[in-house]
Nanobody, 124 residues
Framework: QVQLVESGGGLVQAGGSLRLSCAAS????????MGWFRQASGKDREFVAR???????YSADSVKGRFTISADNAENTVYLQMNSVKPEDTAVYYC??????????????????WGKGTLVTVSS
């Protein structure tokens, strides 16, 4: 079993920055299977960014150029650096692990494990 714990959420002004962390425990995971999703109030959960086996990273168009996903394999931790945040980035951010090792899926239904989420609120 895998446990994912997100941290780093909070209140930030528009244009500011925030860094989210996701610590994985329970067993060794490939960072290539990990990613971030978010869910705003009243909306569906949506893809934000993920790692892939090739070493590439993938980001949603809405955050491209502003958010960056990275990983510290030694610490089994994945990060989401959020820059130039906007009010529409307000959401609960979830860390997730893909059920398939070599996947590049951006579909929440393909994720096997989820953290409990961390709330990010961007004020205008």
């Amino acid at each position: 079993q895998v446990q994912l714990v997100e941290s780093g959420g909070g209140l930030v002004q528009a244009g500011g920055s925030l860094r989210l962390s996701c610590a994985a425990s329970g067993r060794t995971l490939s960072r290539y299977r990990m990613g971030w999703f978010r869910q705003a109030s009243g909306k569906d959960r949506e893809f934000v960014a993920r790692m892939s086996r090739s070493g590439s990273t993938y980001s949603a168009d809405s955050v491209k150029g502003r958010f960056t996903i990275s990983a510290d394999n030694a610490e089994n931790t994945v990060y989401l650096q959020m820059n130039s945040v906007k009010p529409e980035d307000t959401a609960v951010y979830y860390c997730a692990v893909d059920r398939t090792q070599f996947s590049t899926s951006r579909n929440a239904r393909d994720m096997e494990y989820w953290g409990k989420g961390t709330l990010v609120t961007v004020s205008s």
